[in-house]
Nanobody, 124 residues
Framework: QVQLVESGGGLVQTGGSLRLSCAASGRTFSSYSMAWFRQAPGKEREFVAV????????YYADSVKGRFTISRDNAKNTVYLQMNSLKPEDTADYYC?????????????????WGQGTQVTVSS
């Protein structure tokens, strides 16, 4: 069982930056691939980025590649999402998730554990 709590969301202007954090409970954090998904109003939840168990491998959605960076600190049971050059279309609720599936899963059905979400609003 893993419990996830996100923080760091807020209101930022176009071109600004935010850093999201996700704190995980439990002693098996390093056993999970960790990802961020987002859901804009009226839209389906979509994949943003994933980091492998050791933190050495990452994968990004094309829409955020080059602007967002996912990382993790297994000693602190925490995963981060650094978001730079934010755009209004990045406005969404951002969710942290954990998957026991090997590799870098991008399908939300592969993720068993979810946080409650943190809101990010980018003003134009």
């Amino acid at each position: 069982q893993v419990q996830l709590v996100e923080s760091g969301g807020g209101l930022v202007q176009t071109g600004g930056s935010l850093r999201l954090s996700c704190a995980a409970s439990g002693r098996t954090f390093s056993s999970y691939s960790m990802a961020w998904f987002r859901q804009a109003p009226g839209k389906e939840r979509e994949f943003v980025a994933v980091v492998g168990r050791s933190g050495g491998n990452t994968y990004y959605a094309d829409s955020v590649k080059g602007r967002f960076t996912i990382s993790r600190d297994n000693a602190k049971n925490t995963v981060y999402l650094q978001m730079n050059s934010l755009k209004p279309e990045d406005t969404a609720d951002y969710y942290c998730s954990a998957s026991g599936v090997l590799g870098l899963p991008t399908n939300l059905a592969r993720y068993a554990y979810w946080g409650q979400g943190t809101q990010v609003t980018v003003s134009s």
